[in-house]
């Protein structure tokens, strides 16, 4: 439990800065090298979650040059997020981005405290870069390809969520290779013999922060006085993980096809990674018992993608039932979905001629690894639009639960009325 406590200090440090600039003169005293003389841009990346190699800071046209942090084997380098201090308050400054592929969202996200994000002004395309242009009101302001969600917060959630009721359960999932703990959340089911069990994990790919913001908007629904999550929390144990591949999204790498694989192309007879090998366990634990409904996984998609879409498991290889519940899953979420990122009904079969390693993605896994009226699916929100903000993905979750309710309405064995 070591991550806690230091970063959420480091937090409160970062939003005291933010908010006071007589304090930031203070704490540029004490360590003027680092931190800069007032006028004189800085940039850095020393933090949780950071990213960013600052390539030139042209001070006197205000603009600063960044590529994201280069963690070797450790995935596609597209995640960033920097400090940024010495703003004159009120100047417009310039951050130029690249040139790694989907590093460059159209509007990128920044904060004036570290915790409350909003979207810059959409940039300006320069070949394979990207320049912000941003005026900032403060003298120091955090800038990302999209608002973090951190290890802290994950620790925070599931701490904070599980506090607030005696049904939810908080656990370590496993300890990473890295030798951090990955939380979880358990919502137990208040019927004596749950028949259900549902299954929600985020950020397989650490770079994909918007997944766990998803994932957030789901768990505050769950947890929420809505009668629909009240009956969905009553009749199934629900599990959700915020952040699966915590050591990356520590350091800020991007994981995506990282050494020696993927975290969503691990799903084998011998995982390597921990969080992927006690998923799995979980999951045959509660198939075996009969409960298993449904899989989910959170992930961000491509950089022209605007809409929240599907990946599925080839139909050749479902039975009919479980196609059939697999469509009227689909077919809940497309009645729950509805935007402001709304679902249209979009899917896409990642089978064989996806990716050679395809029996090793999450979702396909359980697909061919469980009872026939298990649903799995990928749930891919899109990143690169004005809605992809906190509350955008929040409200993408919210409307994922009551997805979920809808489709549990009917047992997915039978697909007759669930006796409640
Ligand atoms: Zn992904």
């Not at 992927?276 to 022209?304: C, K, T, W």
Request: proline share 6%; charged share 20%.
């Amino acid at each position: 439990m070591y991550y806690s406590t230091d970063l959420q200090a480091f937090r409160r440090i970062s939003t005291a800065v933010a908010a006071s600039a007589a304090l930031l003169f203070v704490l540029v005293g004490a360590s003027a090298e680092s931190v800069g003389l007032l006028g004189e841009l800085v940039v850095d990346s020393d933090f949780a979650g950071g990213s960013g190699k600052v390539v030139e800071i042209d001070q006197a046209a205000r603009l600063i040059r960044i590529e994201p942090t280069t963690h070797e084997s450790r995935g596609w380098a597209c995640w960033w997020y920097v400090r940024i201090s010495g703003i004159e308050p009120g100047e417009e400054i310039s951050l130029e981005v690249g040139p790694e592929p989907w590093a460059t969202p159209v509007q990128a996200s920044y904060s004036i405290d570290n915790e409350t994000w909003q979207q810059t002004t959409p940039g300006t395309s320069v070949g394979r870069k990207i320049i912000y242009r941003q005026k900032v009101g403060t003298a120091t302001a955090w800038f990302a390809w999209g608002p973090p969600f951190t290890e802290a917060d994950a620790g925070e959630l599931v701490r904070q969520t599980a506090a607030g009721s005696k049904d939810v359960h908080a656990f370590a999932l496993c300890e990473t290779r890295g030798g951090r703990e990955v939380p979880a959340l358990r919502f137990e089911a208040r019927t004596s013999q749950p028949r259900s069990a549902v299954w929600v994990q985020a950020r397989q790919h650490a770079w994909e922060a918007g997944s766990s913001w998803v994932c957030q908007g789901f768990i505050d629904w769950l947890v929420s006085n809505d009668p629909r999550a009240e009956r969905l929390r009553n009749n199934t144990t629900v599990t959700v993980v915020p952040i699966m591949d915590v050591d990356n999204v520590a350091i800020g790498a991007g994981g995506k096809n990282q050494v020696p694989q993927d975290h969503n192309r691990d799903w084998s007879e011998k995982p390597h990674w921990p969080s992927v090998a006690s998923a799995m366990q979980e999951l045959r634990r509660y198939d075996e018992s009969g409960q298993l409904d449904l899989f989910i996984d959170l992930h961000n998609p491509g950089a022209s993608t605007k809409r929240p879409f599907y990946f599925v498991a080839p139909r050749n290889l479902m039975t009919d039932m479980r196609q059939r519940n697999l469509d009227r899953f689909l077919a809940a979420s497309r009645i729950e979905m509805t935007g402001p990122l709304q679902f249209l009904g979009e899917i896409r079969e990642s089978g064989p001629a996806y990716d050679p390693g395809w029996r090793q993605i999450s979702k396909n896994w359980v697909t061919l690894n469980t009872r026939e009226h298990v649903v799995a699916a990928t749930l891919e929100t899109a990143w690169n639009t004005p809605n992809s903000t906190i509350a955008g993905y929040q409200t993408v979750g919210r409307q994922l639960g009551l997805a979920i309710e809808r489709y549990l309405q009917l047992d997915p064995r039978t697909a007759s009325p669930d006796k409640k």
